[in-house]
Nanobody, 126 residues
Framework: EVQLQASGGGLVQPGGSLRLSCAASGFTFDDYAIGWFRQAPGKEREGVSCISSSGGSAYYADSVKGRFTISRDNGENTVYLQMNSLKPEDTAVYYC???????????????????WGQGTQVTVSS
């Protein structure tokens, strides 16, 4: 059974940092791309970042480019999202998701992912 466990959310002041983790189990981790998505109240879920199965390619939404960094540890079956210079508009529930794709591609769209973890709340407020 594919399982994804997101963690690391919390309350942080503007300008602060958080590191989200997505721990995976139940599948061959290095055959799967991983994406991070977020959903703010009243808004649609949007792609934030993703990383290819090998870790060689990554995508960032324009709104987080230069502030967020995605990485993966295939030995630990975990993907990380380092979030720096956080802004109030980053406040949302963050989800990790996965889909089978062996290659240098990862998708930024919700429909490209088959399995989802539970969310972790990130609140940026003073």
């Amino acid at each position: 059974e594919v399982q994804l466990q997101a963690s690391g959310g919390g309350l942080v002041q503007p300008g602060g940092s958080l590191r989200l983790s997505c721990a995976a189990s139940g599948f061959t981790f290095d055959d799967y791309a991983i994406g991070w998505f977020r959903q703010a109240p009243g808004k649609e879920r949007e792609g934030v970042s993703c990383i290819s199965s090998s870790g060689g390619s990554a995508y960032y939404a324009d709104s987080v480019k230069g502030r967020f960094t995605i990485s993966r540890d295939n030995g630990e079956n975990t993907v990380y999202l380092q979030m720096n210079s956080l802004k109030p508009e980053d406040t949302a529930v963050y989800y990790c998701a996965t889909t089978y794709y062996r290659g240098s591609y990862c998708g930024a769209l919700v429909d490209e992912y088959d399995y989802w973890g539970q969310g972790t709340q990130v609140t940026v407020s003073s």
